[in-house]
C-alpha cells in the first residue's frame, strides 16, 4: 500500500512561483507512474500532468503547458510540480497519485491507484 504526502502548498501572488513534493513511502515508488492532479471549489478533479516510471516523459494539461514542470527523484522516492507564472485560476487543491504498472499515458483520476492528502495552492491578485 503506497502512502502519499504532499507538501509545498501555500499562497502566492499572481505570476510567482511554487514547488510541491510528494513523497511516498514505498521504496517500490520507481514502479508507478505518477500524477497531479487539482480540484478546485465546486469542480471536478482535473488532470494537471503525468510522468512515466523512468521520469523521461512527461505530458501536461493545455492549461498549465508551458508553466508547469513535473520531475521525480527515484532514489529519494519524491515527485515534485515547478508551478512558474502561477494564474488566478491555478488555485485549487492539489492533489498527486500513483498508478500500478501498465500504460504511463493515464489522464483520468479513476485509473491511478493511490491519492495524497492534497495541499492548498491560492494565487492572490
Known amino acids: 500500500q503506497e502512502k502519499l504526502v504532499e507538501s509545498g502548498g501555500g499562497l502566492v501572488q499572481a505570476g510567482g512561483s511554487l514547488r510541491l513534493s510528494c513523497a511516498a513511502s514505498e521504496r517500490t515508488f520507481y514502479r508507478y507512474t505518477m500524477a497531479w492532479f487539482r480540484q478546485a471549489p465546486g469542480e471536478e478533479r482535473e488532470f494537471v500532468g503525468v510522468i512515466s516510471r523512468s521520469g523521461t516523459t512527461t505530458a501536461y494539461a493545455d492549461s498549465v503547458k508551458g508553466r508547469f514542470t513535473i520531475s521525480r527523484d527515484n532514489a529519494k522516492n519524491t515527485m515534485y510540480l515547478q508551478m512558474d507564472s502561477l494564474k488566478l485560476e491555478d488555485t485549487a487543491v492539489y492533489y498527486c497519485?500513483?498508478?500500478?504498472?501498465?500504460?504511463?499515458?493515464?489522464?483520468?483520476?479513476?485509473?491511478?491507484?493511490?491519492w495524497g492528502q492534497g495541499t492548498q495552492v491560492t494565487v492572490s491578485s
Open positions: 497519485a500513483a498508478a500500478d504498472p501498465g500504460s504511463w499515458y493515464r489522464t483520468h483520476a479513476s485509473e491511478y491507484d493511490y
